[in-house]
């Protein structure tokens, strides 16, 4: 059961990868986005038309090397209850990840994954916007560091679940995946959660750089 739970947000989060490069058309929010260094693979200027700038990169290199170090044990019990166990996957198809749940029941569920296989941020979910995914929505920046939510459908109401990437650079993102407990679908937006997931891992990571 959890397993399938997690093949469901790393496929989700692997629609990105296999987004087009053309320009989306997702309305700015934020900031405007700033000449920028331009993609690796694609020589295309970061970020894309509408997509906001980060202006001061994270360096993920250690938490894609230990994905679990990205929340601590403290900040998994505020979110998932005080028995919380975590798994990693460091070669998931994604980029390397960790899910943290309880021992016994596959929700609530955090799902965190690092980095990823586009070298393309934030823009590669923009782009994806009305393709791969049906539902893209920006929420409240943490810190200036952009935000948004998204997905091949927008299952908060009917699944609880939630998948919001926060851009840690313009070609690096740290992608989130939310399960709501039973008892909270439908009466609390996961997205709301899933940003407090993002709050607490950009402390995480950012207080190792």
Request: net charge neutral; hydrophobic share 35%; with cysteine.
């Amino acid at each position: 059961m959890r397993r399938s739970m997690l093949l469901v947000f790393v496929t989700t989060l692997v629609l990105s990868a296999c987004s087009p490069t053309t320009n989306g058309t997702a309305t700015p929010t934020g900031k405007e986005s700033a000449p920028s260094p331009t993609s690796p693979e694609t020589g295309a200027q970061l970020p894309g038309p509408g997509v906001p700038n980060v202006d001061i990169p994270i360096d993920l290199a250690r938490f894609k090397q230990a994905p679990c170090s990205g929340l601590t044990d403290a900040q998994a019990q505020e979110l998932v209850g005080p028995t919380v166990e975590s798994k990693a996957r460091p070669n998931g198809d994604a980029g390397p990840g960790c899910g943290w749940s309880p021992p016994a029941a596959a929700r609530p569920l955090v799902y965190v994954v690092f980095g990823g296989q586009t070298n393309r941020g934030l823009t590669a979910v923009y782009e994806a916007k009305g393709k791969a995914y049906k539902f893209v929505e920006p929420l409240a920046s943490v810190d200036d560091y952009p935000l948004v939510a998204f997905g091949a459908e927008d299952e908060r109401a009917t699944k609880g679940h939630c998948l919001v990437a926060v851009g840690t650079s313009n070609s690096e993102v740290i992608s989130i995946g939310l399960e709501q407990s039973e008892a909270n679908i439908g009466k609390k937006d996961p997205c709301d959660t899933a940003r407090e997931v993002a709050i607490r891992v950009l402390a995480t990571v950012r207080g190792a750089n």
